[in-house]
Every structure is written in structure tokens, then in C-alpha cells.
């Protein structure tokens, strides 16, 4: 299959003929736009700047098939598209995913292309005689504490950024978005945690793999459904 061939039949898959023949002359995305069927897609149609970012949003895809092949590229990208058509017409809905989309997939193409660099060994430190004082161990809710901020700033900036809008939009975090661990992130976290013990779900967040299981949870969209309001979809 040709680049070009596989160009267009992503784009018909990624956003079905994005712009009315009625619509503005310059709005032109990367779709035919005779059959637009969603609001998403008209207001894509109809929006000049909406138009060339879906365009811009597709050279990057393009890039990511390059770089870990088409069927893992389809997989991110279907979980971005239905999430852009879950803005119903909403430009500023749909300016924001459309954005994301972008970082995501120039992140997963960064990631590919970069290689995975193995630390040279390190010699074995000397032993030294353990101190007569010995340090307060910590407790489990600093323990607690200590893993979910490991298990945040392990993950990549879009990701981080990514949390933190879902806490926001879910109301449940009142800081910025900048993918810095602080007060507030653990706060709106440890809602997370709290509403869903009350449905009867948990995490086990003493282990570095419940953490990373509970921040996909919150990137996913059963808490995007569950959790967010209706206004803030």
C-alpha cells in the first residue's frame, strides 16, 4: 500500500468527508467534505483554522505509522478520534483534541525513534558501618504518597498534562495544568481513589503497577463517561 493510499484511507476512517460543500472556501481539511455526518465534522468543515489543524493532525500521524507501524498507530489514533467526536460540534472541544492528538502522536513517534540507552554499570559501593541512629523508616501513607508521584512523573508530559485536565474536568483538582506534581495533583488524585473505593473499585497503589493501572484509569474513557459531567465532555 502506497502512502498515499494509506493517507486516504485513514483519513476517511479518522473523520468521514470533514467539510460541507457549502461550506467556507477555506476550509479545507484533509477529507472530502461531501458526506460530513457528525457536528464534529461539520464544525471541522466550517472552520478554516479547525481545517488545517485536522490537516496538521494527519502529517503527524503519517509520521507515527512511519515510526511503530500502522496497526499500533490505528490503535492510538481510534481512541483520539472518538474522543474528538465526543465533542458534538464544541470548537473549543474540538480544537483541544485535536491539539492532543498532535502531542500524542509526536510522542509515540519521539519514543520510537529514540534509543533505549543502557547505563554503564557502576562499581558496588564501599560498605560502610550503619550509623548507631538509625532513620525513622517512613510511613505507609508516605509511602503512599512517594508512589503516586513516582508513578506521575514517570509518565510522559502529554500524559501528565493529560491527568491533570481529566482531575480538572471531573472537578476535582483546582491547579494548573503543567504536568508538575504538587499539592493539588495529589489532591485530586486521592478523590480519584476515594469515589472509587465507593463504587467498589480499588487500586493498589503501594505497587508501582497499581499506580500506573490507576493513571490509565483516569486517561480512559470509563472515567471519562463515569466522571466527568456532562458540561465537561
Known amino acids: 500500500m502506497t502512502s498515499a493510499t494509506r493517507f486516504t484511507l485513514f483519513a476517511a476512517a479518522l473523520a468521514p468527508a470533514l467539510a460541507l460543500s457549502s461550506g467556507p472556501a477555506g ?50 489514533a481510534d481512541i483520539q478520534l472518538e474522543r474528538r467526536q ?46 548507631s541512629v538509625q532513620a525513622e523508616a517512613p510511613s505507609p501513607a508516605q509511602r503512599r504518597s512517594q508512589a503516586l508521584q513516582d508513578g506521575f512523573v514517570a509518565m510522559p508530559e502529554y500524559r501528565r498534562r493529560n491527568v491533570q485536565g481529566r482531575l480538572r ?28 473505593r465507593e463504587r467498589g473499585r480499588g487500586f493498589e497503589v503501594a505497587r508501582p503497577e497499581g499506580v500506573a493501572a490507576l493513571y490509565r484509569f483516569i486517561d480512559s474513557d470509563i472515567f471519562y463517561y463515569d466522571f466527568l459531567p456532562e458540561a465537561a465532555r
Open 27 to 76: 476550509a479545507q481539511p484533509s477529507f472530502d467534505c461531501g458526506a460530513a455526518r457528525t457536528a464534529t465534522e461539520r464544525a471541522i468543515c466550517a472552520d478554516p483554522d479547525l481545517a488545517d489543524l485536522e490537516r496538521n493532525m494527519v502529517a503527524v500521524y503519517e509520521d507515527l505509522v512511519a515510526g511503530i507501524g500502522e496497526a499500533r498507530a490505528r490503535r492510538i
Open 86 to 131: 465526543a465533542c458534538e460540534g464544541d470548537t473549543a472541544c474540538i480544537e483541544r483534541q485535536l491539539l492532543t492528538s498532535i502531542g500524542i502522536f509526536r510522542a509515540e513517534t519521539r519514543a520510537a525513534a529514540s534509543p533505549q540507552v543502557v547505563p554503564p554499570a557502576q562499581p558496588a559501593p564501599s560498605v560502610q558501618p550503619a550509623p
Open 169 to 196: 474536568d471531573a472537578g476535582l483538582l483546582a491547579g494548573p495544568i503543567d504536568g508538575i506534581w504538587g499539592r493539588a495533583s495529589e489532591a485530586g488524585v486521592e478523590a480519584v481513589l476515594r469515589q472509587v
